[in-house]
């Protein structure tokens, strides 16, 4: 059972399209993080959002935390080929443990 | 490079083995975590570790597996009488404190394949 879900699991999408990605629960989370992962590599963290509604922006990427802290979206704007990668997210529901979704694939042609 | 390192970066077991896997956090990072990834999945938690201590091992199977972190030299993740099932990559991750906000900073981790 995964206790988060996130969706769309691949996304193939051409160089300066806009792109969501979502990451849904039923469980409420203290926090929640945003990771990008190449082939080969550890996760690299983005972003984390912490208050019901919070709205962060990097650059091209906004993220968002749902008002019940129960979801997150991840928006990219003009999408390049280095943002290719997998994107995880992971909820933190009581002392330093985290729970990360399956991951989204995002493949960005030039 | 002040990273997290983890080696080796590959190992490779026959079933029956055993595989050590190691992980030095940041400079000044006393927390370490470990998580176990399948191909196309996301990271799922073994256990937490303070200096000389597990903090919590939820994660990790009862058997076959343990984790220490000793004072001095780096964690060790050892997994005993290796199966197929436990080819995957495994993941270390430190953080300067403890905390539901504090960042984990991720090694490039180590790819077990049991033959």
């Known amino acids: 059972t995964q206790l988060l879900e996130q969706s769309p699991q691949f996304l193939s999408i051409q160089e300066g399209e806009n792109l969501t990605v979502y990451c849904n629960s039923s469980?409420?989370?203290?926090?929640l993080q945003w990771y990008r992962q190449e082939p080969g590599e550890g996760p690299v963290l983005l972003v984390t959002?912490?208050?019901?509604?919070e709205v962060k922006k990097l650059k091209r990427l906004t993220f968002q935390f749902g008002d019940a802290r129960k979801d997150s979206s991840l928006h990219i704007t003009a999408a390049q080929p280095g943002d290719t990668g997998l994107y995880l997210c992971?909820?933190?529901?009581?002392?330093?443990?985290?729970?990360f979704g399956s991951g989204t694939k995002l493949n960005v042609k030039p | 490079n002040a990273g997290v390192m983890q080696n080796p970066r590959h190992l490779v077991r026959r079933r029956g083995q055993e595989a050590r896997l190691r992980c030095s956090p940041m400079?000044?990072?006393?927390?370490v975590y470990w998580y176990r990834q399948l191909p196309e999945e996301g990271l799922k938690f073994m256990v937490y570790?303070?200096?000389?201590?597990?903090?919590?091992e939820s994660g990790m199977p009862k058997e076959r597996f343990s984790a220490e972190f000793p004072k001095e030299g780096p964690s060790i993740l050892r997994i005993q009488q290796v199966v197929r099932g436990d080819s995957a990559a495994y993941f270390c991750?430190?953080?300067?404190?403890?905390?539901?906000?504090?960042?984990?900073?991720f090694g490039p981790g180590t790819r077990l394949l049991v033959l």
């Open positions: 400079k000044g990072h006393s927390h």
């Open positions: 570790l303070q200096k000389e201590n597990i903090i919590d």
């Open positions: 469980s409420v989370f203290s926090s």
């Open positions: 992971a909820g933190a529901t009581n002392f330093n443990k985290f729970y």
């Open positions: 959002v912490v208050t019901g509604g």
């Open positions: 991750a430190s953080s300067l404190a403890g905390g539901l906000q504090e960042t984990q900073y």
